[in-house]
């Protein structure tokens, strides 16, 4: 009786303990957050209450089961006492690292863990490798053992042989069944309580976002977001994708294809375009950066057509590859790249490659790494060049090779084509310009072991130039079409649901069909494909929610995406999608800069142009499953 009555004290000073010990560390670092992130004084209280609120779940569910497998260790015939402080001392270490873990995330997201961090778990050799090579990891742990260490001695001191006043059965079960129905309860996007979203996600636990973005990865936009009559959404996504001089096909799979007819001699040009991580509108002098970290580029963006208004539809360079190779707006669930393969889903190097053109990807990472390599053998593409390609690279990393290997391999790979009398297609992805930050030494003035982003940034601009300055010794300059366009920005801040300022991107087009100079169109990545086909005065069936960038169209868009959102942006307003249809409306104030407002009839005639676009995007993709 003695041993069951000091069990059942056990369990509910066990939960207790752990559940406290949680919720305190979770207090404080919700509380540095919001210093971190400057959130006004006013949202603080919110934020915290309800932050605690959401802390209960799983503290009530991991301190059950921490209580659970303590009980074993407690009760154990052998090493008791050295059991129960190992496994307090893992535990904490454990909780600990977590909240570490979690900043640099926020740090570099303005998020709690969302799809992201589940995007990155598929791939662990790239991110746990980036992470060591890019934090001080030693120092960090170090610092978890420091801290850690008081915590276990504290909890075998006070509660190994101390126990609660009064005994509780099945309290630990109690509290697990607890938890889980607030779990259930509480809404898994968390509170709504300002339209602040750096606020709301700091209100959130970090752990049940991650399980919430887990098991939202790949739901059904039908049932989870804004719809409408399907005769109304195509009826609005044809007036959204139409172009002067195209013709709807007709398609029942394809609504939104159109016939372009051209007139005139075709141009069999060649067509490179350098997809940039990370390489956004704010590091860029020609498009107002300062100071500049892109010499070279806005050196020889004189001799090109350089677009100033343009949008990244995502910030994952998945998203950037289906913009600039699918022409199609990012479904809220996952990339075009890492889904499951649509038979209805038609790409710029599938119709290049109809037309003759040999089409090469080179990637200076590994092909597996985001389904890249499958991806573009699916999809149009000849030859995949990835890292195992490059025999003796002058430098890498975990995510792959310099830029100045990938650019000096695309250059030779494009003599070879060039020489074979085929007009070529390539797209050459970029890696440097990620972390860790580091480089060749020797190339900028710029030292790489301060492993900063803007040095990086300036590495891949020179890298770049370096490209060009040899390109244009070679015969096949001429008769190429050069585009460099970033992926997406550099980071993600700003507290709007979908932060656009920070997807400000470059967009340069070097053609000997184009005169110099500067554009001021909105665009964004998905309109690349369809740019390419106008500057090739190709006719052909488009499939391409975006549209040319060189044509007169007054009806400019751009579709974007961020975590479990998607958004429709004109440059007056912007319509956010969310998940579970809380939708948001924002006027726009300046460029890229906006403000949350109340629906008005044009906010909600815009909400149906937004809801058609992807509702269309959804269908094609998901008939052809």
């Known amino acids: 009786m003695f041993k069951i009555k000091k069990l059942r004290e056990f369990n509910k000073a066990g939960v207790f303990f752990f559940a406290l010990t949680y919720i305190s560390l979770s207090l404080i670092f919700r509380i540095y957050l919001l210093i971190f992130s400057s959130r006004p004084p006013l949202l603080w209280a919110p934020s915290v209450l309800l932050g605690i609120l959401s802390d209960l779940c799983p503290a009530m569910i991991f301190s059950s089961l921490a209580v659970f497998f303590s009980q074993r260790l407690f009760f154990s015939r052998f090493l008791r006492r050295k059991s129960f402080l190992m496994f307090s001392f893992i535990?904490?270490?454990?909780?600990?690292?977590?909240?570490?873990?979690?900043?640099?995330?926020?740090?570099?997201?303005?998020?709690?863990?969302?799809?992201?961090?589940?995007?990155?778990?598929?791939?662990?050799?790239?991110?746990?490798?980036?992470?060591?090579?890019?934090?001080?990891?030693?120092?960090?742990?170090?610092?978890?053992?420091?801290?850690?260490?008081?915590?276990?001695?504290?909890?075998?001191?006070?509660?190994?042989?101390?126990?609660?006043?009064?005994?509780?059965?099945?309290?630990?079960?109690?509290?697990?069944?607890?938890?889980?129905?607030?779990?259930?309860?509480?809404?898994?996007?968390?509170?709504?309580?300002?339209?602040?979203?750096?606020?709301?996600?700091?209100?959130?636990?970090?752990?049940?976002?991650?399980?919430?973005?887990?098991?939202?990865?790949?739901?059904?936009?039908?049932?989870?977001y804004t719809t409408i009559p399907k005769d109304e959404a195509i009826k609005l996504v044809r007036e959204a994708v139409l172009s002067k001089g195209e013709t709807f096909t007709d398609n029942p799979l394809y609504p939104i294809e159109r016939t372009v007819s051209v007139n005139g001699k075709s141009a069999r040009l060649n067509v490179m375009i350098f997809?940039?991580?990370?390489?956004?509108?704010?590091?860029?002098?020609?498009?107002?950066?300062?100071?500049?970290?892109?010499?070279?580029?806005?050196?020889?963006?004189?001799?090109?057509?350089?677009?100033?208004?343009?949008?990244?539809?995502?910030?994952?360079?998945?998203?950037?590859l289906e913009g600039v190779l699918a022409g199609f707006p990012p479904l809220p669930t996952e990339s075009l790249v890492k889904m499951k393969f649509s038979s209805n889903i038609k790409t710029l190097p599938q119709i290049l490659k109809e037309k003759?053109?040999?089409?090469?990807?080179?990637?200076?990472?590994?092909?597996?790494?985001?389904?890249?390599?499958?991806?573009?053998?699916?999809?149009?593409?000849?030859?995949?060049?990835?890292?195992?390609?490059?025999?003796?690279?002058?430098?890498?990393?975990?995510?792959?090779?310099?830029?100045?290997?990938?650019?000096?391999?695309?250059?030779?790979?494009?003599?070879?084509?060039?020489?074979?009398?085929?007009?070529?297609?390539?797209?050459?992805?970029?890696?440097?310009?990620?972390?860790?930050?580091?480089?060749?030494t020797g190339r900028i003035p710029e030292d790489p072991s301060k492993k900063k982003r803007q040095y990086a940034v300036k590495y891949t601009d020179w890298a770049l130039g370096e490209f060009f300055s040899k390109a244009e010794k070679e015969p096949f300059y001429r008769n190429t079409i050069f585009i460099v366009i970033a992926d997406h920005g550099a980071r993600v801040y700003g507290s709007q649901e979908i932060p656009i300022k920070s997807y400000e991107i470059p967009l340069l087009i070097i053609s000997p069909t184009l005169k110099p100079g500067r554009n001021h169109v909105l665009g964004s990545s998905a309109d690349v494909p369809g740019t390419i086909m106008s500057l090739l005065n190709q006719s052909y069936k488009n499939p391409f929610f975006g549209k040319s960038l060189l044509n007169t169209s007054k009806n400019r868009w751009v579709p974007l995406n961020h975590n479990r959102s998607v958004g429709y942006y004109d440059g007056d307003s912007?319509?956010?999608?969310?998940?579970?249809?809380?939708?948001?409306?924002?006027?726009?104030?300046?460029?890229?800069?906006?403000?949350?407002?109340?629906?008005?009839?044009?906010?909600?005639?815009?909400?149906?142009?937004?809801?058609?676009?992807?509702?269309?995007?959804?269908?094609?993709?998901?008939?052809?499953?």
């Open 275 to 320: 997809l940039m991580e990370s390489f956004g509108s704010e590091f860029i002098g020609a498009l107002g950066a300062n100071p500049s970290y892109t010499p070279r580029f806005d050196s020889f963006s004189k001799k090109g057509l350089l677009f100033d208004n343009i949008y990244a539809i995502g910030n994952r360079t998945v998203r950037g």
């Open 574 to 625: 912007m319509i956010v999608l969310g998940l579970n249809r809380n939708n948001a409306y924002y006027k726009v104030t300046e460029k890229s800069k906006l403000i949350r407002i109340d629906p008005a009839k044009k906010e909600y005639d815009k909400e149906k142009k937004a809801v058609s676009i992807f509702q269309t995007a959804w269908g094609i993709y998901k008939n052809g499953l």
């Open 91 to 224: 535990v904490f270490f454990s909780l600990i690292f977590l909240f570490f873990t979690e900043y640099f995330f926020f740090e570099e997201f303005n998020s709690r863990f969302n799809s992201v961090a589940v995007d990155y778990l598929i791939y662990p050799t790239e991110v746990f490798v980036n992470i060591w090579e890019s934090y001080n990891v030693l120092a960090i742990v170090f610092v978890c053992l420091f801290l850690a260490i008081p915590f276990a001695l504290l909890s075998l001191k006070f509660f190994y042989n101390k126990f609660a006043s009064y005994p509780v059965k099945g309290f630990p079960l109690f509290s697990f069944i607890a938890g889980l129905i607030l779990l259930l309860i509480l809404p898994f996007e968390g509170f709504s309580f300002t339209h602040d979203r750096i606020a709301r996600e700091i209100s959130k636990n970090g752990i049940v976002s991650f399980f919430y973005s887990a098991y939202s990865h790949n739901l059904d936009y039908d049932v989870f």
């Open 356 to 440: 003759g053109y040999q089409n090469y990807f080179v990637y200076g990472g590994r092909g597996i790494f985001d389904n890249m390599k499958p991806f573009a053998m699916r999809y149009g593409f000849d030859y995949f060049i990835e890292q195992k390609d490059f025999k003796s690279p002058s430098f890498k990393t975990i995510w792959g090779v310099a830029d100045e290997d990938i650019f000096n391999m695309s250059l030779e790979k494009a003599k070879e084509a060039y020489s074979s009398g085929k007009p070529f297609f390539f797209l050459t992805l970029s890696v440097s310009n990620h972390k860790p930050y580091t480089y060749p």
